[in-house]
């Protein structure tokens, strides 16, 4: 079935510095891959997205790349800060941009500053 | 405006018992979806509405598991004759036709 998978699984970083994430994909019918912040205790939380027509997109101190040949994404956080300390999962849809969500396992990024 | 809401924030039952769970989606949203997300894990698709209907339910585990969303808003998550490997948070989430999935608290099942 279809696949995300998601590395690395933690990551430390010195506040400051910039943190990647990288998820593959294996549906090359996917064209919707949303990427979510989750705090401990809290719900996911929307923090980006790309749809399949695009190769990057950025706001503010986040970015996303999207390579569909290779079917791969990754986020891309730079001048972490302490409060960006959380769980960060990657997403795949599964017919457009409301169809269902296959996620990634997610990564703990610590921030230490 | 307000977000997705969901209830209860907590449910604990014993095994074998029927819950349900219940979902208000943001207003105007036409897509809502059901997931549920064990610990250490990322949400597990069960099912998806357009409108009142299923679009897609190929997530749900097993005929245990049912919902509906009869007037196309609010939606419940049902149940039957629960398990122990049942426990996790079940996650709503809804979107609009610009697609982009906002989630809901969730509500915590536990099953002794």
């Known amino acids: 079935g279809e696949n995300v998978e998601q590395h690395p699984s933690t990551l430390s970083v010195q506040e400051g510095d910039s943190a990647v994430i990288k998820c593959t994909y294996s549906d090359s019918a996917s064209n919707y891959f949303p990427w979510y912040k989750q705090e401990l205790g809290k719900r996911p939380q929307l923090i980006i997205d790309?749809?399949?027509?695009?190769g990057e997109k950025k706001d503010q101190r986040i970015a996303v790349t999207l390579n569909k040949t290779a079917k791969h994404f990754s986020l891309h956080i730079t001048e972490t800060q302490p409060e960006d300390s959380a769980v960060y999962f990657c997403a795949a849809s599964i017919g457009g941009s409301q169809g269902n969500l296959i996620f990634g396992k997610g990564t703990k990024l610590s921030v230490k500053p | 405006g307000a977000g997705v809401s969901q209830t209860p924030s907590n449910k604990v039952t014993e095994k074998g018992k029927y819950v349900e769970l219940r979902c208000d989606p943001i207003?105007?949203?036409?897509?809502l979806y059901w997931y549920r997300q064990s610990l250490g894990q990322g949400p597990e698709f069960l099912i998806y509405?357009?409108?009142?209907?299923?679009?897609?339910d190929s997530g749900l585990p097993n005929d245990r598991f049912f919902a509906v969303r009869p007037e196309g808003s609010v939606s419940t998550l049902k149940i039957q004759r629960t398990e122990r490997g049942d426990s996790a948070v079940y996650l709503c989430?809804?979107?609009?036709?610009?697609?982009?999935?906002?989630f809901g608290p969730g509500t915590r099942l536990t099953v002794l």
């Open positions: 790309i749809r399949s027509n695009v």
């Open positions: 989430a809804s979107s609009s036709q610009r697609g982009g999935q906002f």
């Open positions: 509405f357009q409108g009142t209907g299923a679009a897609d």
């Open positions: 207003s105007g949203h036409t897509a």
